[in-house]
């Protein structure tokens, strides 16, 4: 006994050399353990973006169960955390084309910061920025957010999936977080990440051009007055800069361009991918040493001197990267000639807008025309329970340029999701869903449908 | 007395051309370019009112009036004769530029013999003047955003004005007639200037509703928003009116729409008759506002039980905005109305477990009946 007693002794003497003292009020937290999750939804969308969102949205007051995973801290996804807070067009010659959920959310937006719509029935002409809805971003996330919730969609920031494997009459798909691992089980999976990563996941091919489109880093300039400089002299510096190497040739096409603007809408970023944790970082690098490089240059020249960033996005926004390989391909021809499909779910209107290291010259449609997206388009070749929305779209390089903007990606996400929504209640998958059944979900929820 | 006649009598004759639609028109004696106007042009008489024009070449000018035989505004013009000038050269521009009544551009002509020239004094051709009409009625035209220095590239050989034989800003020239780039601005800039809006603040002197009710039949989309702008300044609004602006609720221009739905006064809804025709307008109206005609209605004092029945009927149908809209409309009747009560409980058994989410919280928000 008294051995016993004294090897506890030696025990207790032991544990208190190695338990550090506590103060008052701490406690002691073990090595941290990921925690594994399972859950089981009806539809799950991966992305919360610009088209991710109102998937979500529009699944989740269809009374399904919806579970939305988003990489970042914020939905929005370009409109917001890229800074591209300028959606697209809503309106196509005199008479809205997009609207549904997408819309109504743009419209609490404006509302709640007293903006004012454009004339829309005053035609644009050459200039399609005149029905461009500016936007406010942060409070466009905190709508965008707010109408998640209250649709009853599971919102799971910081998340991205790592694994997507067949699963009984659906998916499973393992996510990684911030100190989570979980498993979600579901019958439905559409994939808004813009860069069909999902769909690539779960054992699809990808289209995806030799040389993309460039991506942009928004920002916002002052400092100085447009007044006061002598424009004819920046642009000989700016450029003798770029002969040299000082400056990367084509970052700022135009320098003039970049100090009227005050930023915005003004870099190119040569081949800028978000597609992987890797890709994006380099984009985001080279997104903001171009600032920074530009920046302190223009701050040598005559007017300059007190250049000061004013505001800048946390990451570098991206037009292009892969797009699906769809039972339908839309084509540039489609796209001009606004064909419409038996099959079309929603409309896109927007010039083709493909920008490379000349820039971009915007081509208008002819008047009257109007594109399409047909559901086939949304679906890889060879799938089930397994639909896209955005910019992945199935489409040629030329059509895709019109295709990526945010309206229209807006109005694929709806209905992507409503084809979601009726393969789930009928047991079908989204390609065996009828026109009549997705056009009547369609517009009971606001949605414009071509020919419904 | 006799110089007025005159002066009038040219006026209607002018306008006998009629001005139902675009056209433009030369000959020998006059050149003229026109819109269709907002109103019919019969001209009978004109008045002259005195403006401060705030230019510097001409700080007072005369704004003709021009009136029907019941005193009617029908448009207005100024005689402009002021110089264009770029690089210490100037050149004399003789115009007469018109508006309607609500301060939209109308046209121009220019006095017997004139006519316009580009560079090198080269007259404008037919096409010219008509781009130039063109440019004119865009009322949003980028040109109105360029400074009349930055008109050219700095730094080129100082040339004659319009002359311009000096080259045009590239960004600018798509926005100009090409050789008269100056003559484009001061035009512009003219006709959506301080006189559009002494254009503005004399129709708004002379309305009344039959004024008012004959702007808002305007083919033009500008006029009808000038004009539901200003129904507040009529004291009394007659049923013509009222079913006039309730009209464009359907109306397939989304602006005109909901323009229309803004500017509803709140106390129309006294008017059993005005809210029976905004009901109406739910089943017409452009899918994105059907909301908005549920929050209108939801801003009157008292709706008529017909329309609240006729809402709680068709709420099984409605979801999203839409729903949420109408239930707020009928909020404040449930304590009263069992019948729109029981209606709304029945969606409990929605097969959408949202909605059903929806109308439980909806019910636990409902005063209880005292």
């Known amino acids: 006994m008294k051995r016993r007693s004294a090897i506890a002794t030696l025990g207790a003497?032991?544990?208190?050399?190695?338990?550090?003292?506590?103060?008052?009020?701490?406690?002691?937290?073990?090595?941290?353990?990921?925690?594994?999750?399972?859950?089981?939804?009806d539809i799950l969308v991966i992305g919360g973006g610009t088209a991710g969102v109102i998937a979500a949205v529009q699944a989740g007051r269809a009374g399904k169960k919806t579970i939305l995973v988003e990489n970042g801290s914020m939905l929005g996804g370009t409109t917001t955390t890229g800074g591209v807070a300028f959606p697209g067009i809503f309106f196509a010659w005199g008479k809205q084309v997009i609207g549904g959920i997408g819309w109504e959310m743009i419209q609490e937006a404006v509302a709640l910061n007293d903006d004012k719509l454009p004339d829309f029935s005053t035609p644009h002409g050459r200039q399609h920025?005149?029905?461009?809805?500016?936007?406010?971003?942060?409070?466009?996330?905190?709508?965008?957010?707010?109408?998640?919730?209250?649709?009853?969609?599971?919102?799971?920031?910081?998340?991205?999936?790592?694994?997507?494997?067949?699963?009984?009459?659906?998916?499973?798909?393992?996510?990684?977080?911030?100190?989570?691992?979980?498993?979600?089980?579901?019958?439905?999976?559409?994939?808004?990440?813009?860069?069909?990563?999902?769909?690539?996941?779960?054992?699809?091919?990808?289209?995806?051009?030799?040389?993309?489109?460039?991506?942009?880093?928004?920002?916002?300039?002052?400092?100085?007055?447009?007044?006061?400089?002598?424009?004819?002299?920046?642009?000989?510096?700016?450029?003798?800069?770029?002969?040299?190497?000082?400056?990367?040739?084509?970052?700022?096409?135009?320098?003039?361009?970049?100090?009227?603007?005050?930023?915005?809408?003004?870099?190119?970023?040569?081949?800028?991918?978000?597609?992987?944790?890797?890709?994006?970082?380099?984009?985001?690098?080279?997104?903001?040493?171009?600032?920074?490089?530009t920046l302190k240059f223009l701050r040598t020249l005559p007017g300059l001197t007190g250049l000061k960033v004013l505001d800048m996005q946390n990451e570098t926004a991206v037009r292009e990267t892969y797009r699906i390989d769809s039972i339908y391909q839309i084509t540039h021809e489609d796209y001009v000639t606004g064909r419409v499909f038996e099959d079309s779910v929603s409309y896109s209107y927007y010039p083709i807008d493909l920008h490379d290291e000349q820039g971009v010259i915007p081509k208008h449609l002819e008047e009257g025309r109007v594109a399409s997206v047909p559901l086939r388009s949304l679906i890889p070749k060879g799938s089930r329970n397994l639909i896209v929305a955005g910019r992945s779209v199935g489409s040629d390089r030329l059509a895709n340029s019109a295709l990526r903007v945010q309206a229209s990606c807006m109005g694929m996400g709806q209905a992507a999701a409503a084809a979601a929504v009726l393969a789930n209640t009928q047991g079908k998958t989204p390609a065996e869903v009828t026109m009549s059944d997705l056009t009547e979900l369609l517009m009971q929820h606001g949605a414009i449908v071509p020919g419904g | 007395m006799v110089i007025r006649f005159l002066e009038t009598t040219f006026i209607v004759l002018l306008f006998l051309y009629g001005t139902t639609s675009t056209f433009g028109q030369r000959s020998q004696e006059t050149t003229r370019y026109f819109a269709p106007p907002t109103l019919p042009q019969n001209v009978s008489d004109v008045n002259k009112i005195l403006i401060d024009t705030g230019e510097a070449s001409t700080p007072k000018d005369t704004l003709f009036q021009l009136l029907t035989a019941r005193g009617t505004p029908i448009s207005y013009y100024r005689k402009i004769n002021t110089e264009v000038c770029f690089d210490e050269s100037c050149r004399l521009l003789r115009v007469n530029l018109y508006w309607n009544v609500t301060g939209r551009y109308l046209g121009f002509e220019l006095p017997p013999a004139e006519f316009l020239s580009k560079a090198e004094h080269e007259p404008f051709h037919e096409q010219e003047y008509q781009q130039l009409h063109t440019i004119l009625a865009d009322s949003l035209s980028p040109i109105g955003d360029f400074d009349y220095q930055k008109l050219v590239p700095e730094n080129t050989t100082p040339e004659r004005v319009d002359g311009v034989?000096?080259?045009?800003?590239?960004?600018?020239?798509?926005?100009?007639?090409?050789?008269?780039?100056?003559?484009?601005?001061?035009?512009?800039?003219?006709?959506?200037?301080?006189?559009?809006?002494?254009?503005?603040?004399?129709?708004?002197?002379?309305?009344?509703?039959?004024?008012?009710?004959?702007?808002?039949?305007?083919?033009?989309?500008?006029?009808?928003?000038?004009?539901?702008?200003?129904?507040?300044?009529?004291?009394?609004?007659?049923?013509?009116?009222?079913?006039?602006?309730?009209?464009?609720?359907?109306?397939?221009?989304?602006?005109?729409?909901?323009?229309?739905?803004?500017?509803?006064?709140?106390?129309?809804?006294?008017?059993?008759?005005?809210?029976?025709?905004?009901?109406?307008?739910?089943?017409?109206?452009?899918?994105?506002?059907?909301?908005?005609?549920?929050?209108?209605?939801?801003?009157?004092?008292?709706?008529?039980?017909?329309?609240?029945?006729?809402?709680?009927?068709?709420?099984?149908?409605?979801?999203?905005?839409?729903?949420?809209?109408?239930?707020?409309?009928?909020?404040?009747?449930?304590?009263?109305?069992?019948?729109?009560?029981?209606?709304?409980?029945?969606?409990?058994?929605?097969?959408?477990?949202?909605?059903?989410?929806?109308?439980?919280?909806?019910?636990?928000?409902?005063?209880?009946?005292?």
């Open chain 1, 13 to 41: 003497i032991s544990l208190g050399l190695t338990t550090p003292r506590l103060l008052k009020g701490e406690v002691l937290q073990g090595p941290r353990i990921i925690k594994k999750e399972m859950l089981t939804t």
């Open chain 1, 129 to 293: 920025w005149r029905h461009q809805v500016r936007l406010n971003g942060p409070l466009y996330a905190m709508v965008i957010e707010d109408k998640c919730v209250e649709a009853g969609v599971s919102l799971r920031f910081y998340e991205t999936p790592v694994a997507i494997v067949p699963h009984k009459n659906g998916w499973k798909v393992t996510t990684i977080g911030k100190g989570t691992q979980t498993e979600i089980v579901c019958n439905q999976l559409i994939d808004c990440t813009g860069n069909a990563l999902a769909v690539s996941l779960a054992g699809f091919n990808l289209l995806r051009e030799k040389e993309t489109q460039p991506g942009t880093l928004m920002f916002r300039i002052g400092g100085y007055s447009m007044d006061q400089l002598d424009m004819k002299r920046i642009k000989d510096e700016f450029n003798a800069a770029v002969d040299r190497g000082d400056l990367i040739k084509g970052e700022f096409l135009n320098v003039e361009s970049l100090l009227r603007n005050a930023g915005d809408n003004v870099q190119h970023i040569a081949s800028a991918d978000a597609t992987t944790s890797v890709s994006h970082s380099i984009a985001n690098i080279s997104g903001r040493a171009s600032l920074l490089r």
């Open chain 2, 165 to 370: 034989t000096r080259p045009t800003s590239k960004d600018v020239l798509q926005y100009v007639v090409k050789g008269a780039v100056f003559t484009t601005h001061t035009m512009w800039n003219l006709v959506y200037g301080q006189t559009r809006k002494d254009v503005e603040h004399a129709t708004e002197a002379a309305l009344n509703p039959r004024f008012l009710l004959d702007i808002l039949k305007s083919h033009d989309a500008w006029d009808r928003y000038w004009a539901l702008d200003r129904m507040h300044m009529l004291p009394d609004v007659p049923p013509q009116v009222k079913d006039r602006v309730i009209s464009f609720v359907c109306d397939s221009s989304y602006n005109l729409a909901l323009h229309a739905l803004t500017v509803l006064p709140k106390d129309w809804g006294e008017d059993s008759a005005a809210q029976q025709a905004l009901w109406l307008t739910f089943d017409c109206v452009l899918p994105a506002l059907k909301p908005k005609v549920m929050e209108k209605l939801s801003t009157y004092e008292k709706l008529n039980r017909s329309i609240l029945l006729d809402i709680a009927d068709r709420l099984p149908t409605m979801y999203g905005p839409v729903l949420n809209a109408a239930l707020q409309c009928l909020r404040k009747y449930l304590p009263e109305e069992p019948e729109i009560l029981q209606r709304v409980t029945a969606l409990l058994d929605h097969n959408n477990p949202y909605i059903v989410k929806q109308i439980k919280k909806f019910l636990q928000e409902i005063p209880a009946n005292d």
